[in-house]
Each structure stands twice: as structure tokens, then as C-alpha cells.
């Protein structure tokens, strides 16, 4: 809410979070790097039209992809800086809602200016974007949980091929009341995740195990950051050691599997 003097009529401003269940918010920027895609047909020329840094964009909408149960985007071939990204049929239905929403919500915010701000305290009206320092979330579904005294299993579906586990309490499974066929959000920190060749992820004893391609390296003084396509339009972040970047001889287009324990997963839902 903005007012630019005590003559001035009060002014509701809205911000909106586009959400469904088990997701995170995307929000109006995010939505904004899909319609440059969509005009400019590449990352490269949406970020250059946008004034964001390649990597800004890249790292957006790549998060949407991971929140949504299919992507919005599909990147063709010539990796970063190169090649071309078309929206699928999942991305334009996203934006289309969007702005339907945004359409509404703009002449809610209208009558509650012409009503005064005295509307906006009503608590129901109020909401909170969850913001969480966790790199990688994904949409999953749950497709079993196993009880046992203190802790429960929850096997959670993150694509078509691929499934995670977590292990929280099950007073927390009580609480977020999981059950197979509930939408939630998995995170996990990149500073969790171990890489290691698909030949020795093998002899490791961590229990989450993705396979997948190294899509993009950023190396930095002392740590290095590897994105992974893990499959089904998912991407998943890991930041380790630059040694260890270089003795696995990680780089674009190179087999890699990404690790983490169950213990790691942080659970979320609406």
C-alpha cells in the first residue's frame, strides 16, 4: 500500500503470487522472463531484453520448471548462450492465468481503495510468501509413507522416473497431513547435495540418489556450483568444492549423480 500525501485519496496497491497446491508462489518477474522467452525465442535475448544477467534468468526459470508438475519451458540445443527455449503448452497456460488473476485482483485493490484502508486490516485478507534460503524445491507427489515409533519414510514421486525419500517425524507427517497423493514441496540446500560419477555413487551409503547431466559450471574462488538436469524438465543445484569439481572432471553435457540424505529433505505444503 503506497500514499503519496495526507490530501490523497488512500491507494491499495497488489502484489500477486500465482500458486497451487504444494507449490511455491511465482510471481510477477518470473512470469515476465516467460513472455521474453516467448517474444524473444532464447534465454540470451530475454535477459538482454529484460536487462537481467543471463544467469538471473536462467536460475528463474528453471525454479519454475522445478515447482510446477510439468515445465513451462523447454530449452533446445546449444546450452548456455547458445540455442533457443520455447514455452510448452503448461508455460502459456501459466502465463494466461496469471494475468486473469492479476486482471481480478487489480479491481479488488480498486474497491478497496474506494473503500478505505480500514478494509486492509482484516486479518483474512492478509497472506505470506514463504522465502527460504533452500536452492532446490521441487514438486513432488507422495506415494507411500512407512511408519515407525519415532520417524516415518515418506517416498515422494519428483518425475516420471525418479523418487526421493525424506525422513521427518511422524508427528510432522501428523501435522502436514501427508498421505499418498498429496501435493508437496521438497527442498534441499545445494550445499547438501554430493556429485560423484554414475560408476562410484554406487559404493556411497546415501540414501537419495539422482542421476542425470551436468547442465551448466560456475566456478568461483574456493567453491563451484553444478546444475544437474535431473529429467522431466527438473533441474537440481549443487555447490561443492572447486578440488572436487576438478577430480571429477565435471562438466557440461558429462553423466553425473547427485546425492543427499533422507534426513536433508525438508517437507512443505500449503
Known amino acids: 500500500m503506497t500514499a503519496s500525501d495526507s490530501s490523497s485519496p488512500p491507494r491499495a496497491e497488489a502484489i500477486l503470487y500465482l500458486r497451487g497446491e504444494g507449490q511455491l508462489p511465482v510471481g510477477r518477474e518470473r512470469i515476465a522472463m516467460l513472455e521474453a522467452v516467448a517474444a524473444h525465442g532464447s534465454i ?13 534468468v536462467w ?16 530449452a533446445q540445443s546449444g546450452g548456455r548462450g547458445g540455442g533457443g527455449a520455447v514455452l510448452t503448452e ?22 478497496l481503495a474506494r473503500e478505505g484502508t480500514g478494509a486492509l486490516e482484516d486479518p483474512p485478507l492478509w497472506s ?22 519415532v520417524n516415518a519414510e515418506v517416498e515422494l514421486q519428483v518425475t ?40 562410484e555413487a554406487t559404493r556411497l551409503s546415501v540414501r537419495n540418489r539422482l542421476d542425470g547431466t551436468v547442465l551448466e559450471r560456475v566456478d568461483g ?38 546425492l543427499f540424505d533422507a534426513g536433508h529433505v525438508i517437507l512443505v505444503v500449503d
Open 221 to 258: 574462488g574456493v567453491n563451484t556450483e553444478i546444475e544437474v538436469d535431473i529429467g522431466g524438465g527438473k533441474t537440481l543445484t549443487a555447490v561443492i568444492t572447486r578440488h572436487s569439481a576438478d577430480a571429477l572432471g565435471l562438466r557440461a553435457g558429462e553423466p553425473v549423480s547427485a
Open 59 to 74: 536460475d528463474g526459470l528453471n525454479a519454475v520448471n522445478n515447482l510446477l508438475p510439468r515445465p513451462a519451458l523447454q
Open 160 to 199: 516420471d522416473s525418479s523418487r526421493i525419500t525424506a525422513v521427518i517425524t511422524r508427528h510432522s507427517v501428523d501435522e502436514l497431513r501427508l498421505m499418498p497423493g498429496r501435493s508437496v514441496i521438497a527442498m534441499v540446500k545445494s550445499s547438501f547435495v554430493l556429485l560423484a560419477r554414475l560408476e
Open 44 to 56: 540470451t535475448a530475454a535477459a538482454k531484453a529484460l536487462g537481467y544477467s543471463y544467469k538471473a
Open 90 to 111: 503448461e508455460g502459456h497456460r501459466l502465463i494466461a492465468a496469471f494475468h486473469r488473476l492479476e486482471e481480478r485482483l487489480s479491481e479488488i485493490s480498486a474497491g
Open 128 to 149: 505470506f510468501a514463504m522465502k527460504t534460503s533452500a536452492r532446490n524445491a521441487f514438486h513432488c507427489k507422495v506415494v507411500g509413507i512407512q511408519r515407525a515409533p
